[in-house]
Nanobody, 118 residues
Framework: QVQLVESGGGLVQPGGSLNLSCAASGLIFRVYDLGWYRQTSAKPRELVAEIDDHDIPKYSDSVKGRFTISRDNTRDTVFLQMNDLKPEDTAVYYC????????????WGQGTEVTVSS
């Protein structure tokens, strides 16, 4: 059974940092592309950052230069380092593991909440 478990969320002041982790099990981690998404009650789920199985990252314009996605295939874990956090980064953050073009191989974590507030 595939499981993705996020951790590292919390309350942080504007300008602060958090490092999210997503630990995977039950899949061949190194062949999957990985993504971090976020969702609020007011917005649909949106892509924040993704990294493919060749370790090539991509970012949404809203987080470029502030967030860094990385993966550790020895630990089956994907990370999202978030710096210079802003109130508009407040959301529930989800990780996704997927194989391009294979709808049955898309797995979501349960989410971790990030609140940026003074």
């Amino acid at each position: 059974q595939v499981q993705l478990v996020e951790s590292g969320g919390g309350l942080v002041q504007p300008g602060g940092s958090l490092n999210l982790s997503c630990a995977a099990s039950g899949l061949i981690f190194r062949v999957y592309d990985l993504g971090w998404y976020r969702q609020t009650s007011a917005k649909p789920r949106e892509l924040v950052a993704e990294i493919d199985d060749h370790d090539i990252p991509k970012y949404s314009d809203s987080v470029k230069g502030r967030f860094t996605i990385s993966r550790d295939n020895t630990r089956d874990t994907v990370f999202l380092q978030m710096n210079d956090l802003k109130p508009e980064d407040t959301a529930v953050y989800y990780c996704l593991a997927y194989i391009q073009g294979v709808p049955d191989l898309r797995f979501w974590g349960q989410g971790t909440e990030v609140t940026v507030s003074s």
